[in-house]
């Protein structure tokens, strides 16, 4: 019987090939709960501020504190006074 195709090849041979399939699945599928996980929070946070319209003034208020503060810190760094 020599016209008779030969079974084809599965394309993992080895227990090693198996393993590191496994192993990047589970790869894809970690990145993929991680993406759904900052979606979540992206659309949690969307809601938060339609809903609450003075978090976003309170967020700006915050930032620019923080702007403030940081601006003395690096000045008191370039004069060396620190407390």
Not at 1 to 16: A, C, I, L, R, V
Not at 20 to 34: H, P, S, V, Y
Not at 38 to 50: E, F, K, P
Request: proline share 6%; glycine share 4%.
């Amino acid at each position: 019987m020599s016209g008779s195709p030969s079974p084809p090849e599965s394309p993992f041979n080895t227990k090693d090939d198996l393993m590191e399939l496994n192993k990047d699945l589970e790869e894809l599928i970690d990145g993929a709960e991680n993406m759904s996980v900052q979606l979540t929070w992206m659309a949690y946070d969307m809601v938060v501020q339609r809903t609450s319209p003075e978090l976003e003034e309170s967020m700006r208020k915050l930032e620019e504190a923080y702007h403030r503060c940081n601006g003395k810190h690096r000045e008191n760094q370039r004069t060396g006074y620190l407390h």
